[in-house]
């Protein structure tokens, strides 16, 4: 098995954590700026205070087309209301004055570029994020990102996917640090019914190339998807259906109140998902390998 050495992170003592207590983590996906950095910071804290064990930020751009349609709205949403990186940097700051909720940037890299490589890794750092993933970028294109991370000690989030043969998987494992970010389908993010019949076999795949926990992403909506990967994942990925949450709250009203009430929402998902993770085959302890 290959893996990066272990950064002494927030993420990575999280899922300590987890593995040591036999539950499934939850990793929370929101688009940054959706409806406002201000009301982003709120949506974060209550997440956290939910039982999100790692939240993931957004950072919106003008042509995502890794993304469903949720997603993209959220991302036009946000860059209307004059979010851009930096701006998320500085709220990443903001978070961390009151939270330790491990938090992961998630980002084209483009934005990246933009503000040039080594000032994002020590203006991240700096901040108090814990994690990159770029959404864009491939293991082979990644020796200046991964020094650059790796200098300041933030872990790199890859993502594999089903369509990844045996030589990319070692490659991604090899290249990330934190957990392993697994695409359950292929396509693009968005809430589905059911998970693929196929999930089990590409986990057990996957296991055979890294250390790492894996989280399974794309696709993950319901308690039930939840307790299906009881076992299987050490998290499961929750995006679409949060950000479909703030839209249905926030799209047509910006109000303080309409950003109140998809906090609450929020949290109410959550913590739906955490029960499920906490019950019945979600306890890793008690399943079988």
Do not use: C, W
């Not at 939270?99 to 934005?111: A, G, K, T």
């Not at 679409?240 to 249905?248: D, G, H, R, T």
């Amino acid at each position: 098995m290959t893996g990066t050495p272990a950064i002494a992170s927030r993420i990575s003592r999280r899922f300590a954590d987890l593995r040591a207590s036999g539950e499934m983590g939850i990793v929370a996906y929101i688009t940054a700026g959706d409806p406002s950095l201000e009301a982003t910071l709120e949506f974060v804290l209550a997440l956290a205070e939910a039982g999100a064990d790692v939240i993931e930020l957004g950072v919106p751009f003008s042509d995502p087309l890794a993304d469903g349609p949720t997603i993209q709205r959220a991302s036009e949403r946000a860059l209307k209301s004059g979010t851009g990186l930096a701006g998320v940097l500085a709220m990443v700051h903001s978070i961390r004055k009151q939270s330790d909720v491990p938090l992961v940037l998630f980002s084209y890299y483009n934005p990246v570029l933009q503000m040039g490589l080594e000032k994002f890794g020590y203006v991240a750092k700096a901040a108090g994020a814990d994690g990159v993933l770029i959404i864009d970028l491939t293991p082979e294109e990644s020796d200046d990102y991964l020094r650059v991370m790796r200098s300041n000690k933030l872990d790199t989030i890859f993502l594999a996917a089903p369509t990844s043969d045996d030589d990319r998987l070692r490659r991604i494992s090899a290249a990330s640090s934190g957990f392993l970010y697994l695409i359950s389908r292929t396509g693009v993010t968005g809430a589905k019914d059911a998970l693929p019949d196929d999930l089990p076999a590409l986990l057990r795949r996957t296991r055979t190339f890294t250390n790492l926990p894996v989280a399974v992403g794309f696709g993950i909506s319901l308690p039930g998807h939840v307790s299906v990967l009881g076992g299987l994942a050490d998290a499961a990925v929750v995006g679409s259906a949060l950000v479909s949450e703030i839209e249905k709250a926030t799209a047509q009203d910006s109000s303080s109140a309409a950003s109140d009430a998809a906090a609450r929402a929020l949290s109410a998902k959550i913590r739906s998902l955490k029960e499920a993770a906490l019950a019945g085959l979600s306890r890793r302890s008690e399943v079988a390998p």
